[in-house]
């Protein structure tokens, strides 16, 4: 069974910084691509972050690029999020998604999400 376990999150101030973890089990972490996506209250879903199955390929939204990194230990089986600079509209609950191949192609796992709030 495969299951994606996040953590990290909590309350920060303006200009602060976090840093997410996914433990993941119950599949080859490393043959799989691996993503953030949050949920900002009252809003849709928002993709935040991929990364290829080695490392090698990362992505990111537009709203993140620059303060947000994210990263992956294959030999730890977990995924990170490194996010710094954090605004007011990074609140969200943020959940790591696992893809369905090595490379970023459609999600198919979900993450029970950990809560991030930006606020003084």
């Known amino acids: 069974e495969v299951q994606l376990v996040e953590s990290g999150g909590g309350l920060v101030q303006p200009g602060g910084s976090l840093r997410l973890s996914c433990a993941a089990s119950?599949?080859?972490?490393?043959?799989?691509?691996m993503s953030w996506v949050r949920q900002a209250p009252g809003k849709g879903l928002e993709w935040v972050s991929g990364?290829?199955?080695?490392?090698?390929?990362?992505n990111y939204a537009d709203s993140v690029k620059g303060r947000f990194t994210i990263s992956r230990d294959n030999a730890k089986n977990t995924l990170y999020l490194q996010m710094n600079s954090l605004k007011a509209e990074d609140t969200a609950v943020y959940y790591c998604?696992?893809?369905?191949?090595?490379?970023?192609?459609?999600?198919?796992?979900w993450g029970q999400g950990t809560q991030v709030t930006v606020a003084s």
């Open positions: 119950g599949f080859t972490f490393s043959r799989h691509a």
């Open positions: 998604a696992k893809y369905n191949e090595p490379f970023i192609a459609t999600i198919d796992s």
């Open positions: 990364i290829d199955s080695g490392g090698g390929s990362t």
